[in-house]
Nanobody
């Protein structure tokens, strides 16, 4: 099955931390980039952080210095360590992976199911 499975969301108080994980199935290959997006009700889906197949990372200004994206290529997994959370971080967080299906020549975007992060005041 071609899928991304997210975990690690939950409810925390302001100032707390969460670590999100997103495991891509082994049938997704040749991954070039992995990213985290988030979407609050009524808002657009916005990029939070991205990590390339190399070591390059990029973050939204609102999370710089607080969030860290990392990846484990052996496990086909991307993580988002979130520290110093505030209520403005409340959203559904989605994992995004750019890669190919096993046996396919075509690159495409794969999305996780979303995991809810709620930060209380």
């Amino acid at each position: 099955q071609v899928q991304l499975v997210e975990s690690g969301g939950g409810l925390v108080q302001a100032g707390g931390s969460l670590r999100l994980s997103c495991a891509a199935s082994r049938s997704i290959i040749s991954i070039t980039a992995m990213a985290w997006y988030r979407q609050a009700p009524g808002n657009q889906r916005n990029l939070v952080a991205v990590i390339s197949s190399g070591t390059s990372t990029n973050y939204a200004d609102s999370v710089k210095g607080r969030f860290t994206i990392s990846r484990d290529n052996v496990k086909n997994t991307v993580y988002l360590q979130m520290n110093g959370l505030n209520p403005e971080d409340t959203a559904v967080y989605y994992c995004n992976v750019k890669g190919k299906r096993w046996g396919s020549r075509v690159y495409e975007d794969f999305w996780g199911q979303g995991t809810q992060v709620t930060v209380s005041s």
